[in-house]
């Protein structure tokens, strides 16, 4: 089991249950940063001592408050630790719930595990320490089926689509918008069948159902 853990989390209360779950792990060394820019100075002394840490258990959102911070969110921190450690096993814990964003954590960032925040976050997390030790990718079961039901790659193209529909904007808006910044294609019928791809991939039946579905998901 790992010996050497630090957490970065900016709400104490939340703790308890962390500390709980590896003190039945019988972890012999874990460190809590309410910062992220502290847990990269604590991340670095190790490395230069020679006693790097096993693992990082990290938030993705954290408050701001009178103390400045150059690195003020988790895929931040974890891209900045990625590059002094990058084999350091990293595992998310966070109230984040949209499956995109969960996604790119995996595909983007490389984590090795993600425990959602909640009811059963303990055994949860006990359980995602025990796998991610072992090597595994822990990717909770019903992201993995938010993902899969709605598995259409979206490109930066889609994207911009969607996000000009969020904004209000009618069919006949977007392709002047697009023609204007040449962006390809952009004629109405284009537009228009691209976004009746959208709609079937996604089983929305009209274009604000869409939006909605995005958001929730993160791809917007």
């Known amino acids: 089991m790992f010996k050497k853990i630090i957490i970065a989390e900016d709400h104490e209360v939340r703790n308890l249950g962390v500390i709980n779950t590896l003190k039945e792990l019988k972890i012999p060394t874990f460190e809590f940063v309410n910062y ?11 490395i230069s001592d020679n006693n790097p840490y096993d693992l990082l258990i990290t ?25 002094m450690l990058p084999n350091l096993k990293i595992i998310v814990f966070s109230i984040e719930k949209k499956p995109k964003i969960i996604d790119d954590l995996f595909k ?17 997390l006990k359980n995602t320490l025990k796998k991610v030790f072992a090597n595994k990718k822990v990717l909770p079961q ?10 259409t790659e979206f490109n930066s193209y889609d994207v911009l689509l969607l996000e ?48 909605v579905l995005c958001k929730d998901l993160g791809i917007i």
Request: glycine fraction near 4%; hydrophobic fraction near 30%; charge should be neutral.
């Open 36 to 46: 992220c820019d502290d847990a990269v100075h604590k991340i670095k002394n190790s």
């Open 108 to 124: 983007i960032y490389q984590i090795d595990g993600f425990v959602s925040k909640g009811r059963n976050d303990g055994k949860e």
């Open 164 to 211: 000009s529909l969020a904004k209000g904007l009618r069919q006949q808006e977007i392709e002047e918008y697009f023609k204007e910044k040449n962006i390809k294609p952009n004629s109405q019928s284009s537009i228009e069948k691209r976004l009746n791809e959208l709609r079937e991939s996604l089983n929305a039946k009209t274009n604000v159902e869409m939006v």
């Open 59 to 83: 938030d993705l959102s954290f408050d701001e408050d009178y103390k400045n911070q150059e690195i003020k969110n988790g895929q931040e921190l974890i891209k900045e630790v990625r590059k």
């Open 142 to 151: 019903e992201i993995i089926n938010s993902i899969r039901n709605h598995a």
